[in-house]
T-cell receptor, first 109, second 113 residues
Framework: EDQVTQSPEALRLQEGESSSLNCSYT??????LFWYRQDPGKGPEFLFT???AGEEKEKERLKATLTKKESFLHITAPKPEDSATYLC??????????FGTGTRLLVSP | EPEVTQTPSHQVTQMGQEVILRCVPI?????FYWYRQILGQKVEFLVS????????KSEIFDDQFSVERPDGSNFTLKIRSTKLEDSAMYFC???????????FGPGTRLLVL
């Protein structure tokens, strides 16, 4: 049973073309939702943690938001260096993270 | 900025051989984890480790796998008798607390022939 679903699977944007990535989750009693960035052949790089509905966090061109059932990662005026796979993860219990399959983002100049 | 490190970056082994993957977690972290990612698939949890013992493990983490913190800085994953399906990227992660952010290392790419 999928606890984390990310969409779209892949997204191609032109440089400067803003968009949003979606992460929906089914765990109850959310103890945090985590966004990571993963470059090919590398480990997940931490971006944001969100703990409660309505919370928002920003970092450069990225902004993450959280509702009771999903999270969005908004990318404003992306650059080619933002190209990566963006992963969403939740802890069903207290420790392990369950990851989604990710959204592969390609930003063309 | 402190980071998780892993060695080796790549390991090629023959089926049935033992491998040990090594990790140095961030120094003040208390929780340690191993995950794996088969090519093109999700990152999957293997095991968590706290206070010198396994605190949670997945179905993947069977008797062929073991973890150890042999000293104050290293955290290892041992696979006793590797199988072809063990080929994957293995990531070590560490965190301050059990609900805190987990920081991942760069990974070890394991190829079993």
């Amino acid at each position: 049973e999928d606890q984390v679903t990310q969409s779209p699977e892949a997204l191609r944007l032109q440089e400067g073309e803003s968009s949003s990535l979606n992460c929906s989750y089914t765990v109850s009693g959310l103890r945090g939702l985590f966004w990571y960035r993963q470059d090919p052949g590398k480990g997940p790089e931490f971006l944001f943690t969100l703990y409660s509905a309505g919370e928002e966090k920003e970092k450069e061109r990225l902004k993450a938001t959280l509702t009771k059932k999903e999270s969005f990662l908004h990318i404003t005026a992306p650059k080619p260096e933002d190209s990566a796979t963006y992963l969403c993860a939740v802890p069903p219990g207290f420790q392990k993270l369950v990851f989604g399959t990710g959204t592969r983002l390609l930003v063309s100049p | 900025e402190p980071e998780v490190t892993q060695t080796p970056s790549h390991q090629v082994t023959q089926m049935g051989q033992e491998v040990i993957l090594r990790c140095v977690p961030i120094s003040n972290h208390l929780y340690f984890y191993w995950y794996r990612q088969i090519l093109g698939q999700k990152v999957e949890f293997l095991v968590s480790f706290y206070n010198n013992e396994i605190s949670e493990k997945s179905e993947i983490f069977d008797d062929q796998f073991s973890v150890e913190r042999p000293d104050g800085s290293n955290f290892t994953l041992k696979i006793r008798s590797t199988k072809l399906e063990d080929s994957a990227m293995y990531f070590c992660a560490s965190g301050l607390g059990q609900e805190e952010t987990q920081y991942f290392g760069p990974g070890t790419r394991l190829l079993v022939l």
